[in-house]
T-cell receptor, first 113, second 114 residues
C-alpha cells in the first residue's frame, strides 16, 4: 500500500525566510502528486499538483514543488514566506492507476512577522 | 459559484447512536468523496460516489456507509458510533474523477462521540 511521509511536523519561520517542506512516498510506479493547504479557519484547498511533464511545478501564492522520481520525493518550496502562509500543509499521492489519494500527516507552519 | 457545503457543522452523539452527515457539492460536480481527519491518523479516504454509485472505497468498517442522490448531493452514515469515530469529516467534490480533477473541500463536520 502507498504511504506518504511528511517528516517535518512543525516548522516555525520568520517572515522572508525560505521554506522547504519534505514529502516522500513509497510507491515506485506512476504517481500523481498534490500539495494542499489549510489556512486557519478555512477549507482545505489545492496548492499545486503534478501529473506529468516538467518536474518543477508552480502553484498559487508563489509556491513550487519539485518531483524527484529517484528520491520518491515531492518537496514544497517558497523562497520567501509571509505571515499569511501560516497554515497546515498536506502532501497527497495517487498511484498505480488508483484514484484514491493517500495523504501525509501534515506539516504545521507558523510564520512570525 | 458556491463552494462545497456540509451540514451540520458540529455534532455531539453518544456511543451506540447513529449519525447522518450531508454534503452538497459544487454545481456541476459529479464526484463526491468523504474523508475522516483525526490528529492520530491524519486524513483518510472513506469512499467516493459518482453518478449515485460508490466508485471507490477506503479501508473502513461497514458501519460507515454513504449514498449519492441524482442531484449529486451526498450523505454519509455512521451506525453504532464508537468513541474512536470522533473526528472531522470532510467532503470533497470534483468534476469527474478524484485524483485527476481538482478536489474542492468543504468546511467539514466535527463529530464528537461521548
Amino acid at each position: 500500500a502507498q504511504s506518504v511521509s511528511q517528516h517535518n511536523h512543525h516548522v516555525i519561520l520568520s517572515e522572508a525566510a525560505s521554506l522547504e517542506l519534505g514529502c516522500n512516498y513509497s510507491y515506485g510506479g506512476t504517481v500523481n502528486l498534490f500539495w494542499y493547504v489549510q489556512y486557519p479557519g478555512q477549507h482545505l484547498q489545492l496548492l499545486l499538483k503534478y501529473f506529468s511533464g516538467d518536474p518543477l511545478v508552480k502553484g498559487i501564492k508563489g509556491f513550487e514543488a519539485e518531483f524527484i522520481k529517484s528520491k520518491f520525493s515531492f518537496n514544497l518550496r517558497k523562497p520567501s514566506v509571509q505571515w499569511s502562509d501560516t497554515a497546515e500543509y498536506f502532501c497527497a499521492v495517487t498511484s498505480g492507476g488508483s484514484y484514491i489519494p493517500t495523504f501525509g500527516r501534515g506539516t504545521s507552519l507558523i510564520v512570525h512577522p | 459559484k458556491a463552494g462545497v457545503t456540509q451540514t451540520p457543522r458540529y455534532l455531539i452523539k453518544t456511543r451506540g447512536q447513529q449519525v447522518t452527515l450531508s454534503c452538497s457539492p459544487i454545481s456541476g460536480h459529479r464526484s463526491v468523496s468523504w474523508y475522516q481527519q483525526t490528529p492520530g491518523q491524519g486524513l483518510q479516504f472513506l469512499f467516493e460516489y459518482f453518478s449515485e454509485t460508490q466508485r471507490n472505497k477506503g479501508n473502513f468498517p461497514g458501519r460507515f456507509s454513504g449514498r449519492q442522490f441524482s442531484n449529486s448531493r451526498s450523505e454519509m452514515n455512521v451506525s453504532t458510533l464508537e468513541l474512536g469515530d470522533s473526528a472531522l469529516y470532510l467532503c470533497a467534490s470534483s468534476l469527474e474523477q478524484i485524483g485527476a480533477d481538482t478536489q474542492y473541500f468543504g468546511p467539514g463536520t466535527r463529530l464528537t462521540v461521548l
